[in-house]
């Protein structure tokens, strides 16, 4: 494996090769979530289609509070790796591991016991109740090896190879999708077979990572003696890592609350909103990934001192996001019917493609916010600026949950759609003006650690 030094050479090759592996890995992951969808919705029925549209944003809560910290540790072994610290980036890798062992098991603990309380508080119907929680609880107990994929793929990211982690992504999402066809679709199996396979997808992912780690990539490798918590890094990683858990969490728990004023218009309206719930995935993760590829790339530079080539990556970047938004926006408005019409057959299904439909026609269009809005986030995380990234998530889910709730009962679930917008809107208002007033406060920066660098916010101490 060959490290990639984005310090160095075209800007928007880097970006280029760094997010390409991203998003093709999150069109896979999408693509097994959208076929464990249909294929729950078409061989096992509506409801359970529902039940899973319902488990979802609990999963991504636990998901994304997972990632976020390996964001946040991702981001602090790129400055290590820019900055030519190969031993911090070693200790901060060992940190992150053994504190996500403790962390995921204590997850995996209390999402077993307070599943039911869980759903009750999202008003989940009571004939939808059991199929749903048994679906959740077997997902829970794959916590522990999504921290794990997690953790070693943003250790991965860290010094350039974004290439691998798509491999393992890619090879677990067709098993499992492979192992569904044939126990859902050919052998009948219900909803706890679909939880069973997503959770020997997730460990064979996190099996290997661990087996590349140990088996190509020296840099990153630890033996026995090097498997301890630094303190100073823990506590480091926990300020930087926490804050990003905690925005990465503030979308799922926006989910759940807008999941709380869906299930109150009806069975058909809870199978649309997840259905379509799965094409703003395929809209938005990808957008996440030139993000990241910002982020990576931003933090070596931060690194490296290079401030003038850090805003220079950032236009670029701006621009990968804006040219995806066109390509999205073009294929949604085409295909809208075909793809809700994927997810749904037989009574009922009328109602359902009709639904998602509408809602698609008004979205395609609005997903250019989330584009910027991921750069900014990307630049702020790069930079070390977490609480920025907090500020301006918060915000948009804020807004977006209380004009769900505001406008859903009338709309329906165009008013979900409205309030998305409402809620990025106020997002690009927050952050885009902060943006200026961080370069005129620091300056548009020289090519070296001088002074203006120092004074700049960073994520380690020089």
């Excluded at 061989?43 to 609990?58: D, N, R």
């Excluded at 910290?69 to 820019?82: K, P, R």
Aim: charged share 15%; proline share 3%; net charge positive.
């Amino acid at each position: 494996m060959a490290a990639v030094n984005m310090t160095e050479g075209r800007i928007i090759g880097h970006l280029l090769r760094y997010s390409a592996p991203l998003i093709l890995g999150n069109v896979f992951q999408l693509t097994y979530n959208a076929v464990d969808s249909i294929i729950a919705g078409r061989f096992i029925g509506k409801e359970a289609l529902a039940a899973e549209g319902m488990a979802g944003p609990v999963m991504n809560l636990v998901i994304l509070g997972i990632s976020g910290i390996c964001m946040g540790a991702g981001v602090l072994m790129s400055e290590f790796f820019g900055a030519g610290e190969k031993e911090k980036l070693k200790k901060e890798m060992a940190t992150t591991l053994l504190f996500g062992l403790y962390f995921s098991l204590a997850v995996m603990v209390l999402g077993l016991v307070l599943a039911p309380s869980v759903l009750r508080l999202l008003r989940v119907p009571k004939e939808l109740m059991g199929m749903t929680c048994i679906y959740l609880r077997i997902v829970f107990v794959g916590a522990p090896f999504t921290y794990f994929y997690n953790a070693l793929a943003s250790a991965l990211k860290s010094v350039g190879d974004s290439k691998t982690p798509l491999k393992f992504l890619m090879f677990s999402s067709v098993l499992n999708g492979a192992l569904d066809l044939i126990f859902i679709g050919g052998m009948g199996f219900g909803i706890v077979c679909s939880a069973v396979t997503t959770v020997a997808a997730e460990a064979v992912s996190a099996g290997l990572s661990v087996w590349y780690v140990y088996s190509r990539v020296p840099m990153l490798q630890l033996d026995r003696k090097e498997l301890t918590i630094d303190r100073g890094l823990l506590r480091c990683t926990l300020r930087y890592g926490s804050v990003t858990a905690l925005q990465q969490s503030c979308q799922p728990v926006g989910k759940l609350l807008i999941q709380g004023a869906v299930n109150g218009l009806g069975v058909d309206v809870i199978a649309a909103f997840h259905a379509v719930n799965r094409v703003d995935d395929f809209a938005c993760m990808p957008e996440q990934s030139i993000s990241h590829g910002i982020t990576t790339f931003v933090a070596q530079n931060r690194g490296a001192g290079k401030t003038e080539r850090i805003r220079q990556g950032f236009g670029k970047g701006l621009m990968l996001e804006f040219g995806y938004w066109i390509g999205t926006c073009i294929v949604v408005l085409i295909l809208k019917e075909p793809i809700t019409a994927l997810f749904i057959t037989g009574e009922g299904a009328e109602g359902v493609v009709a639904q998602g439909s509408r809602y698609l026609s008004v979205m395609a269009l609005l997903y250019i916010y989330p584009a910027f809005t991921n750069g900014f986030q990307g630049f702020f995380r790069g930079m070390g600026m977490l609480k920025m990234t907090l500020l301006g998530t918060f915000i948009q889910t804020g807004i977006r949950v209380a004009v769900s709730w505001l406008l859903a009962p009338g709309l329906g679930i165009l008013g979900v759609a409205f309030a998305c917008a409402a809620g990025w809107s106020a997002m690009l208002l927050v952050e885009a003006p902060y943006y200026f007033l961080f370069w005129r406060k620091y300056g548009y920066g020289s090519e070296s650690p001088g002074k203006e660098d120092r004074k700049m916010p960073g994520l380690v101490e020089k």
